[in-house]
């Protein structure tokens, strides 16, 4: 669970700092460029290739994760993004407002 939670993690800070100095959650920061999404998917998709392919369990030393935890761990990444995207909105209000 925990490289499964550093990875969720991981990618939501991607999207987070893919625009340091507007919102993250806008069409254009979504569009995004290719190679973001590019990079989700195969970041995604190798790491449940490491946690659900029976082949690479024993030689990576994973195991399935329940679809509660998986859950849960989506869950925690959607928080950790809500904050961080908060702290964000907060400095670039409080930057402009000590600019004028």
């Not at 990618?11 to 989700?40: D, Q």
């Not at 961080?84 to 209000?93: H, N």
């Amino acid at each position: 669970m925990s490289m499964n939670m550093l990875v969720v993690l991981e990618i939501f800070h991607l999207f987070y700092i893919r625009n340091i100095f507007g919102p993250s959650i806008n069409w254009a920061t979504l569009k995004g460029t290719r190679p973001v999404w590019i990079s989700v998917f195969l970041v995604t998709a190798a790491q449940f290739a490491a946690t659900y392919l029976p082949a690479a369990q024993p030689v990576l030393g994973t195991q399935a994760v329940p679809v509660l935890d998986g859950m849960l761990i989506i869950t925690i990444g959607v928080i950790f993004f809500a904050i961080i995207e908060t702290e964000k909105q907060l400095r670039l209000i409080l930057t402009s407002s000590n600019e004028i």
